[in-house]
């Protein structure tokens, strides 16, 4: 009776697009199997189509949220989404995945949200950083994304230093000191693939206080990037979570979809044939949506449904051309001469990978592709040439 009344721990997986969140919830999943205990999953994708679920084992619980980004625009289904689990799959954990442009921030005010709808308790978020991205973002300056990323790391309570085959044991060094000043709280680990000891979310769970990225957001010394709001820090942890709340604060919390927003999703919003749509809501607290601010406007997804099975050399020709303004690519391919195998495909940052795999029911061959003011014409056409 009492683990019935138990907080069910939270864990928010963060981090740009392509770091690794996926294959450290994988390694995270599989570590609560191996006790006996069952994890719950909510993951959240910018386009239509959910493929890092399909490397997720299938008796895990999850929930998709699509289309959208949970720290903004389908905010509200994240409050649903973890009600629905907590009440009907009584998980031991939950990890919420969330998408590569995120910002934590508005990500944690979510969770903050769903709280007073479900009894869990925020334990910490994790951040992984892909090495060399943050390094070559890091000596070229600014920009939405290098901003992005600081903004994750700050809100971190462990940081997986992922990808360090990618970089030399200097610029290692050097990326630490960076993160550092950034925050200097979370636990920092290096690692290839996201191979950590997992025991690091036992110890978050057990952790006496709210969890250490709270800490870093009260930070009086806190240096603000550009994107920065103070005042989505404080209504992010203006109380405790997983504590009883006043119910009065829900419906102040809700929003009704349909209305005009006053922030632009930029490309995202655009509704072209194949593409994924940023949901038009609004929140009904006004004050809340004044204090939004979107470091990933500019961020937009093209979905490409294939119309059947394709050459792999051209496929790979295809994804070596790719422009710089593609930063993540995604996709279920059957290749036709490799007698019609099925492929989960992925390209971050440069580094393209393809697994073998086989579907369960019916998946559709896909490429997703997302980046920043892409040329979609092209990107279509060349996808039809295939
Ligand atoms: N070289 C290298 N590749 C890695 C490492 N970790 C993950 N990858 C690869 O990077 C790609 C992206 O990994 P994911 O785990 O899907 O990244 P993600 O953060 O979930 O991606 P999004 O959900 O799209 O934001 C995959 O092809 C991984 O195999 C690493 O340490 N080194």
């Not at 099925?342 to 997703?368: C, H, N, S, W």
Request: with cysteine; glycine share 8%.
């Amino acid at each position: 009776m009492e683990h019935m009344n138990k907080p069910v721990p939270l864990f928010v997986l963060s981090g740009f697009l392509g770091s690794g969140k996926t294959t450290l919830l994988t390694r995270a999943i599989d570590y609560y199997k191996a006790q006996g205990k069952l994890p719950a999953v909510i993951m959240n994708e910018l386009g239509d189509v959910n493929l890092d679920g399909l490397l997720v084992d299938v008796q895990v619980p999850m929930t998709e949220i699509l289309s959208g980004c949970i720290c903004c625009s389908v905010r509200g289904d994240l409050g649903t989404a973890i009600m629905n689990l907590v009440a009907e799959q009584r998980p031991d954990v939950i990890f919420i995945e969330s998408t590569g442009v995120a910002n934590p921030i508005e990500t944690l005010e979510g969770v903050t949200e769903a709280s007073l709808l479900a009894r869990v308790e925020m334990k910490g978020v994790v951040t992984v950083v892909d090495c060399r991205h943050l390094l070559e973002l890091s000596r070229g300056g600014a920009g939405k994304t290098f901003r992005l990323m600081q903004d994750q790391i700050r809100c971190a309570s462990v940081l997986l230093l992922n990808k360090t085959d990618l970089v030399t044991q200097d610029e290692l060094a050097e990326l630490e000191r960076l993160i550092r000043s950034w925050n200097e709280y979370a636990e920092i680990v290096r690692t290839v693939k996201c191979e950590a000891d997992m025991r690091l979310f036992d110890e978050a769970e057990h952790a006496e206080g709210p969890f250490s990225g709270m800490a870093a957001l009260h930070d009086d010394d806190h240096v603000c990037t550009g994107d920065c709001d103070h005042a989505s820090h404080g209504g992010a942890h203006d109380h405790e979570h997983g504590e009883a709340h006043d119910h009065e604060h829900v419906g102040a919390h809700d929003h009704e979809h349909g209305e005009t927003n006053d922030h632009e999703h930029g490309e995202a919003h655009d509704h072209a044939h194949g593409e994924a749509h940023m949901h038009s809501d609004a929140h009904a607290d006004s004050a809340h949506a004044d204090r939004h601010h979107h470091t990933h406007d500019h961020v937009m997804v093209y979905t490409h449904y294939l119309a059947g099975p394709i050459d792999s050399e051209k496929f790979e020709r295809f994804i070596a051309g790719l422009p710089a303004s593609v930063y993540r690519g995604k996709g279920v391919l059957t290749f036709a001469d490799t007698g019609n195998s099925r492929f989960l495909f992925q390209y971050a940052y440069r580094e393209a990978d393809f697994m073998k795999i086989t579907p369960q029911g019916d998946v559709q061959d896909v490429v997703v592709l997302i980046g920043e003011h892409m040329p979609k014409e092209q990107l279509r056409k060349a996808l039809e040439a295939l």
